[in-house]
């Protein structure tokens, strides 16, 4: 089901419909501040498993992200160096996603990996979600293809392709087709993985 919430002013009436769907173990399509991306509640291990399925992650192979609503919910789910936390302060909310050690927090499907990725997008619909929520939001990018970029940055072509998988298409507004920069700060000196939107200086 497509849903209109905007950006610059969030309704709490359609964030409380997605929140409860995403309580109940659904699964959404959201905006954030690169990508279109589907998530759900990241502690319900079905529901992670599902988006694992849709996406064909294997996630015992693939680190897992996941979207916190501030700074004082990241300790909760990973483990955090001064150094980490000095650099993940200077440039959150933004495009980032900054691999951490797992936490004890998590579910024990994110601990085969022993990494998780952790994102604040500078975006409001998902950061309200996840103050909703009061969970952290398992999170990965819609699928992005060259030859049709539009169903992966318009949100009723994105609802077309993917509907029927999912409890919500949220629309706010087009998205951007690129995606989060990737900081590995599970070694020193910490690495960029990969260039995305986000410039950041290390």
């Known amino acids: 089901m497509l849903i209109k919430i905007y950006p610059d002013k969030p309704s709490m009436k359609e964030i409380d419909k997605v929140v409860k769907a995403m309580r109940d173990g659904g699964l959404v399509i ?4 690169t990508m279109y991306a589907i998530g759900c509640d990241a502690l ?4 992670v498993e599902r988006i694992c399925k849709i996406k064909n992650v294997n996630p015992e192979k693939s680190n897992l992200s996941i979207i916190c609503y501030d700074l004082s919910n990241i300790s909760e789910y990973a483990r955090v160096s001064n150094t980490a936390f000095k650099l993940i302060r200077d440039y959150l909310p933004g495009p980032f996603t900054f691999i951490l050690p797992t936490g004890s927090g998590l579910p024990k499907l994110y601990k085969n990996r022993r990494e998780v990725g952790i994102r604040m997008p500078d975006s ?3 950061r309200e979600i996840c103050h909703e929520l009061g969970r952290p939001v398992l ?11 539009e169903y992966a940055t318009d949100p009723e072509l994105i609802d077309e392709k ?3 998988y999912v409890d919500f298409v949220i629309d706010g507004g087009y998205g951007d087709t690129e995606g989060s920069t990737v900081v590995n700060c599970t070694v020193e000196p910490f690495e960029i993985i990969r260039h995305g939107k986000g ?3 290390m």
Not at 30 to 33: G, K, S
Not at 44 to 47: E, P
């Open 30 to 33: 959201y905006p954030t501040d």
């Open 44 to 47: 319900n291990v079905r529901a």
């Open 124 to 126: 409001p619909v998902i």
């Open 139 to 149: 999170t990965m990018s819609v699928q992005y293809d060259e030859d049709e970029p």
């Open 162 to 164: 993917y509907g029927e």
């Open 199 to 201: 410039i950041i200086e």
